[in-house]
């Protein structure tokens, strides 16, 4: 199975601070039909995760613009640029390329 | 509104079988590949079972094949997860999912608790 490491394991922010999430793939997620199925979830406290990005880069709809992801193969970035206190929560990196589908261990940003 | 509503959790007994249940509402659900993600207290998420738009295609992960089974209802939109053979680490809140383009999880319900347990 693919195994995705994120670290950090927690990041403490400020309000208006940038900050970046890191997400390995034991392989790489380069599919065969040339998508990168690497997306990211937030799922806030209390909350049902959320999607945020899709296919490495994509904004879903409705995702604020401070959000972005970027990478390629095994090695992938989700950057926040402006922490706002709804961005509280566990962040998940999610592979879809290769069966099964695995996420990695997430990422809880909290408030510093 | 997409809403999807699960139901059937609760307390059972190792080796026992459970059922769950997704009401979907608000988009064309026989347009769309439907999924189940479980998350174990205070871990993480793991996916579970994916059927595709027909049912005829179904698709597990090794830890839960050949004990759960993915099913579907268009007619009813409605998604379900046949759960036999449970096992305590079977414990876990079980999410119901949208599949936008058959690999994004783009909507979820508010997830459904199993605990197995004797």
């Known amino acids: 199975d693919v195994v995705l490491t994120q670290t950090p394991p927690t990041l403490s922010a400020t309000i208006g601070q940038s900050v970046s999430i890191s997400c390995r793939s034991s392989q790489s997620l380069l599919d065969s039909d040339g998508d990168t199925y690497l997306n990211w979830l937030l799922q806030r406290p209390g909350q049902s995760p959320q999607l945020l990005i899709y296919s490495v880069s994509n904004l879903e709809s409705g995702v604020p613009n401070r959000f972005s992801g970027s990478g390629s193969e095994t090695d992938f970035t989700l950057k926040i640029s402006g922490v706002e206190a709804e961005d509280l929560g566990v962040y998940y990196c999610?592979?879809?390329?290769?069966?099964?589908?695995?996420f990695g261990g997430g990422t809880k940003l909290e408030l510093k | 509104e997409v809403q999807l509503v699960e139901s059937g959790g609760g307390l059972v007994q190792p080796g026992r079988s459970l059922k769950l249940s997704c009401a979907a509402s608000?988009?064309?659900?026989?347009?769309?590949?439907m999924a189940w993600v479980r998350q174990a207290p205070k871990k993480g998420l793991e996916w579970v079972a994916t059927i595709s738009t027909s049912g005829s295609r179904t698709y597990y992960p090794d830890s839960v094949k050949g004990r759960f089974t993915i099913s579907r209802d268009n007619a009813k939109s409605s998604l379900y997860l046949q759960m036999n053979s449970l096992k305590s680490e079977d414990t876990a809140t079980y999410y119901c999912?949208?599949?936008?383009?058959?690999?994004?999880?783009?909507?979820w319900g508010q997830g459904v608790m199993v605990t197995v347990s004797s």
């Open positions: 999912a949208r599949l936008r383009s058959t690999r994004d999880f783009d909507y």
């Open positions: 608000g988009f064309t659900f026989s347009n769309y590949y």
């Open positions: 999610m592979q879809a390329t290769h069966a099964p589908w695995t």
